[in-house]
């Protein structure tokens, strides 16, 4: 009798253990400031001040990988993914890489730069200052324009 109380006893124990070690591989944000799904409402090009609105572009970041797509839009912008690296103070951003986006990933084709324009991109390797992070509002600013994205 006593064995078999120990051996359930242990095995509730290795249980428990088991189900601890997995919770702990979920992938938590780096940084909640600017993690997540972001609307991009408007960007502003440096070099002439001109502001352009956007209509339902949106602009998510994730674990090292930023996605850029349009929404059930009417322009056909398409959809893009690319790197996204941050510094460990979260007072930049830089993305490279993008590839247009499939069904489950890249499809293998390298973005243009024009394809990234109506994102206020004007390069397919971006650095951003991040000018405000709040987690309910993030403004990026490039060499090239400022973003204003709002969370989802």
Known sequence: MKKNILRIGMGVALAAVVCLLLGGCK???INNDFEGMWI???YTTRADNEVHACE???ISIQL???EVAEKQGT???GSYIGRCIYDSK???IRVQEFYQRASTGDNGKPATAEQLMPWGMNSTETTFKVLDANGKR??????Y???ELKRF
């Open 27 to 29: 992938k938590a944000p």
């Open 40 to 42: 991009l409402e408007r």
């Open 56 to 58: 339902r572009m949106y």
């Open 64 to 66: 090292w990988v930023m």
């Open 75 to 77: 322009h056909g912008y």
């Open 90 to 92: 979260g007072e930049s």
């Open 138 to 143: 993030l403004v990026l600013q490039s060499d």
């Open 145 to 147: 324009a400022v973003l």
